[in-house]
């Protein structure tokens, strides 16, 4: 377990559980300005240290998101070693990411407002 991660009753992470929610998105918002390999979108996760992930997961992940038609693939030559597989964002991506974006503020205001006030009114 991660230092500081919460377990939940089934014993899993807290932090853990939010990112398996999220990550697609956060792919999908990486990919938003031009292609990227598998490392390379690793490594700009982890720089956010609770969206920190492995191969194991990612390269799953960027599987179905080609299968869904959420990003296209495209092998390149690389300047060390085999070529790589880059990941662009398809149309379909771009418009899955533009509904995550306008449903995620009301999703994490409505959550806010559980922590902070469980008694209250939202609206």
């Known amino acids: 377990m991660v230092p500081g991660e919460a377990m939940d009753e089934a014993g899993s992470g807290v932090p853990s559980q939010l990112r398996k929610g999220v990550l697609e998105h956060c792919v999908l918002a990486l990919l938003r300005d031009g292609p990227k390999y598998g490392v390379e979108l690793l490594g700009e996760l982890a720089a956010v240290s609770v969206m920190a992930t492995s191969q194991g997961t990612i390269y799953p992940l960027l ?22 597989r880059y990941y662009t964002l398809t149309a379909g991506g771009r418009a899955a990411l533009g509904e995550f974006a306008s449903v995620w503020p009301l999703f994490r205001d409505a959550v806010d407002h559980f922590l902070n006030d469980p008694q209250g009114d939202p609206a």
């Open 63 to 84: 599987s179905r998101l080609r299968r869904e038609g959420l990003v296209d693939t495209e092998l390149r030559a690389s300047p060390s070693g085999p070529p790589r």
